[in-house]
């Protein structure tokens, strides 16, 4: 355990759905990220809360929404997608303002499958 | 933009020595940083190197050049739960953002 939970951890949903993914971290650390690992693909990074204030929004399609309403939660709100949004989606925190190196702690992620 | 170029798959035998060198370009380097990832599980922090030079871990060693921008990673005394994919990831940015390469599928042999 990394001290970073994910709910669900498998996930189906039709193109015409809405879900939310959650992620929740027990280490007091002040940075959340949001990445997607798809297969033969690097882990790409799609968002950064740092001190709940979004820092970094990869150009990631509107149709995937981020809500950090808090230092310990952060979610992904997702809407009308693709089929070729299908992925691992890992969420990560760390604690910023110390000593480098800031080692992200993962989550196990969320196994998403559109049809 | 940020790329990094690490090779896709290594194979070695227990109680081996392996390299895994990863190249990479980017603006606002800070340091760079290695994950292992086993099947099915989360990526997990395993060195760091922000200055030139060889940082040991125990089993583990990683290093860097940025005047190169070159580092690796150097795996000693392998053992069959080192079968994982690893990945090289530049940090940068007021959030430490990481940048990852596209990982190298690492399998130990009896």
């Known amino acids: 355990e990394t001290g970073v939970t994910q709910t669900p951890r498998h996930l189906v949903m039709g193109m015409t759905n809405k879900k939310s993914l959650k992620c929740e971290q027990h280490?007091?650390?002040?940075?959340m990220y949001w990445y997607k690992q798809s297969a033969k693909k690097p882990l790409e990074l799609m968002f950064v809360?740092?001190?709940?204030?979004?820092?970094e929004n990869n150009s990631v399609p509107s149709r995937f929404s981020p809500e950090c309403p808090n230092s310990s939660h952060l979610f992904l709100h997702l809407h009308t997608l693709q089929p070729e949004d299908s992925a691992l989606y890992l969420c990560?925190?760390?604690?910023?303002?110390?000593?480098?190196?800031?080692?992200?702690?993962f989550g196990p992620g969320t196994r998403l499958t559109v049809l | 933009g940020q790329s990094l170029e690490q090779p896709s798959e290594v194979t070695a035998v227990e109680g081996a020595i392996v390299q895994i060198n990863c190249t990479y370009q980017?603006?606002?380097?800070?340091?760079l940083s290695w994950y292992q990832q086993h099947d099915g599980g989360a990526p997990t922090f395993l060195s760091y190197?922000?200055?030139?030079g060889l940082e040991e871990t125990g089993r583990f060693s990683s290093f860097l050049s940025r005047s190169d921008s070159y580092g690796y990673l150097l795996l000693q005394e392998l053992q069959m739960k080192d079968s994982a994919s690893y990945f090289c990831?530049?940090?940068?940015?007021?959030?430490?953002?990481?940048?990852f390469g596209s990982g190298t599928q690492l399998t130990v042999l009896p």
């Open positions: 990831a530049v940090t940068r940015g007021s959030a430490r953002q990481l940048t």
């Open positions: 190197n922000g200055l030139d």
């Open positions: 280490l007091g650390h002040n940075a």
């Open positions: 809360y740092s001190l709940e204030e979004r820092v």
């Open positions: 980017t603006s606002g380097f800070y340091g």
């Open positions: 990560a925190s760390s604690q910023l303002g110390t000593r480098e190196p800031n080692e992200q702690f």
